[in-house]
């Protein structure tokens, strides 16, 4: 054992001494210090399920195999993620069968779409899915509620030139009902997307209710996208009054209201990094993951500060 006494020693030699023990205690604490690196843990890749019908239209399905975290990701991951060989089944509660068909579609991730050409949603009806792909087989069905009435709609300013559009829609009085409107803005030249509260809850009642549609960046792939340049320097939230934004209102089943909400809290949690997402993203799929809904629509219609709604 080495002992180092103290006595006599000056000031200055003091301060050098604990200056140096300091760094020899640092030179052995790197010493210990040991890198870790994380293994890999085997990964069981799902198919993923991303399908809707609405009434009088037809079923789109899209497919891809989900990818593990640590991956690199890049075009080549990518492609290889798309699911283009599937046998998807499309089967409703009157007895229909189908076998979709699968289409080229640029404008949307991936380019690939499964899609019914003889069955067409329909109110009160229920979906199922039978998807075939890579020796699995996957499970998912849905139905179809009652359509929203829409009685009214109008363009509220927050400034002079800035604002949101609303609607009104009529409460049923037997039941709730779950809307999920999609909104698409000329201005900001993007594809018809979900508004940004996902799905929300209207209990049942004898009255009408104003919903408030606010302005929402449409979620695209592509990084680096220069599609919402028009709004860069706008007040979050709020559109151009001169802005034409076409709305489709629908409503969802209450399973699909869960899918949806959990999606958008997900969302949430990677917009805010003070934000943790600890309830997980639901799903209705039976061997993979993804969401299958049905949407009862309403007609669309547009709605502008300065020009005549329609």
Known sequence: MLCISYTGWSAGNKKMLYLVGIFLAACLLSSCVKEVEIEPQPYNRKVVVDGFIENGRYAQVFLTMSTPFLDEYDSVSIRKSFLNQAKVIL?????????????MRDSFFPPFVYRSVNIRGMVGVEYSLEI????????????????????????TYVTDSTGYPEYMISLRSDAVQYVYTRVQSVFADENLHPVREGSIRLDAGNEFGWISVYRVKERRISAGSNYDNFYKEYPPLQYDHRDRVLIVPGTVDSISHEIINSLFDDWGSNDNPFRFNDSGIKSNIEGGIGLWIGIGVNNAFVVSGEVPQE
Do not use: D
Not at 94 to 103: A, H, I, M, S
Not at 134 to 154: C, D, E, F, H, L
């Open 91 to 103: 089967r409703s509660s009157l007895g229909e069968e189908e076998v979709l068909t699968l289409f």
């Open 132 to 155: 075939e792909v890579a020796g699995r087989k996957v499970y998912a069905s849905t139905t179809i509620p009652q359509p929203p009435i829409i009685w009214n709609t109008r363009f």
